[in-house]
């Protein structure tokens, strides 16, 4: 069965320092993985997908099939960038998303 | 304005009393989801669907109940069986193709008293 796992609740950095939210994934075949973000009072929304290889906000997210992670990071951390992450396996074979339990990340002063 | 939207904002229940929470979306998706988010839980899949007139059961389906009448619509009934109810109510679309992104609303938080 497709799962995603997000093994920190919650983690708390100071600003300016490297910032790290794991995911692991239980998927058969080749996944396609999303990390989607929700700032206080603002709706979730999607942070950045596997397959565009881009960088948002500075946060970057490498797919390693070796060891089926997707870890969201982030060289220098912001306040800004308090708020909830998931990490998620978009809809696909007429299957449902799938959500991490989230990781609460606070980036102190 | 387009996109997703889910009213009210904030719902109060009284304790054996059926409620319905509604999900509109503009953005001409096929698919529609309906999650539960429980601080240190998640996003938990309750009902989606693909199409017109077909939902498909998710995770903690038991004490909900949904419709797709219409494309632009997916409402969720939380009945007097949801043991647990009190909770913020988050509905998504998306198109129904692979690996696609999924557009939120803002939530329901519902309030049992």
């Known amino acids: 069965a497709q799962r995603v796992t997000q093994p920190e609740k919650l983690l708390s950095v100071f600003k300016g320092a490297p910032v790290e939210l794991k995911c692991n994934y239980s998927y058969s075949g080749s996944p396609e993985l999303f990390w989607y973000v929700q700032y206080s009072r603002q709706r979730l929304q999607l942070l950045l997908r596997h397959i565009s290889r881009e960088s948002i906000k500075g946060f970057t997210a490498d797919l390693n099939k070796g060891e089926t992670s997707f870890h969201l990071k982030k060289p220098f951390a912001q306040e800004e960038d308090s708020a909830m992450y998931y990490c998620a396996l978009p809809p696909h074979n007429n299957n449902d998303m799938r959500f991490g339990a989230g990781t609460r990340l606070t980036v102190k002063p | 304005d387009g996109g997703i939207t889910q009213s009210p904002k904030y719902l109060f229940r009284k304790e054996g009393q059926n409620v319905t929470l509604s999900c509109e979306q503009n953005l001409n998706h096929d698919a529609m989801y309906w999650y539960r988010q429980d601080p240190g839980q998640g996003l938990r899949l309750i009902y989606y669907s693909q199409i017109v007139n077909d939902f498909q059961k998710g995770d903690i389906a038991e004490g909900y109940s949904v419709s797709r009448e219409k494309k632009e619509s997916f409402p969720l009934t939380v009945t007097s069986a949801q043991k647990n109810p009190t909770a913020f109510y988050l509905c998504?679309?998306?198109?129904?193709?692979?690996?696609?992104?999924?557009?939120f609303g803002q939530g329901t938080r519902l309030t049992v008293v």
């Open positions: 998504a679309s998306s198109f129904l193709v692979m690996n696609t992104e999924a557009f």
